[in-house]
């Protein structure tokens, strides 16, 4: 059975703060996804990988990095903290580059203070 | 830029009734898919069901079906024999040919099914 796993369901977070958001797949995927949902928006694409250490930015890419050091994870980092990036955050992962996203993660909701 | 929008925030229906969820679309491309994607509260995201732009037959996926309108850009779901376990978020997304995987989604629209 496929999977992506999110480190975390939820976190609370201060503002300022340093925060890695992390996820797995365990399918040998090329592509990764990070994706933002926010109520009213629908998902927006942050940041995607389409192999190691490789990364293109999304639509809203401001306020976050990432890093890809194997094929399997793909980190999400907020390098400080602000209450406007509170939301839930989606991984996703597709083996092929064009196609649909079918593999997400359960996600996490982040909250900073 | 492609666009999807999604203009009915949420929508009920009764158990076993047939609900339609609207979603149009926005784009210059003449290759493209169209999906739409199921979020229940275990926040999981499921793919529901998808249509190629080429072709000119609706999908159909058990009792979730499509009305695709190209001209009118117009992506429909219609869910028939509405069942309990259909209660969730729905988002319809548009891929491009030059898009890679990267999806645009709409707003979303809250589903409630009602006993």
């Known amino acids: 059975d496929v999977k992506v796993t999110q480190s975390s369901r939820y976190l609370v977070k201060r503002t300022g703060e340093k925060v890695f958001l992390e996820c797995v797949q365990d399918m040998d995927h090329e592509n990764m996804f990070w994706y933002r949902q926010d109520p009213g928006l629908g998902l927006r694409l942050i940041y995607f990988s389409y192999d190691v250490k490789m990364k293109e930015k999304g639509d809203i890419p401001e306020g976050y990095s990432v890093s890809r050091e194997k094929k399997e994870r793909f980190s999400l980092i907020l390098e400080s903290a602000s209450t406007n990036q509170t939301s839930m955050y989606l991984c996703a992962s597709s083996l092929v580059f064009w196609g649909a996203l079918k593999y997400f993660g359960p996600g996490t909701r982040l909250t900073v203070t | 830029a492609q666009t999807v929008t999604q203009s009915q925030p949420e929508m009920s229906v009764q158990e076993a009734e047939t609900v339609t969820l609207s979603c149009t679309y926005d784009?210059?491309?003449?290759?493209?898919?169209l999906f739409w994607y199921k979020q229940p509260p275990s926040r999981q995201m499921i793919l529901v069901i998808r249509?190629?732009?080429?072709?000119?037959q609706n999908a159909t996926e058990n009792r979730f079906s499509v009305n695709f309108q190209k001209a009118a850009k117009s992506f429909s779901l219609k869910i028939s024999d509405s069942q309990l376990g259909d209660a969730a978020m729905y988002f319809c997304?548009?891929?491009?040919?030059?898009?890679?995987?990267?999806?645009?989604f709409g707003e979303g629209t809250q589903l409630t099914v009602n006993p």
């Open positions: 249509q190629e732009a080429y072709k000119q």
């Open positions: 784009t210059s491309e003449s290759d493209y898919y």
């Open positions: 997304a548009y891929l491009g040919q030059t898009s890679g995987s990267r999806l645009t």
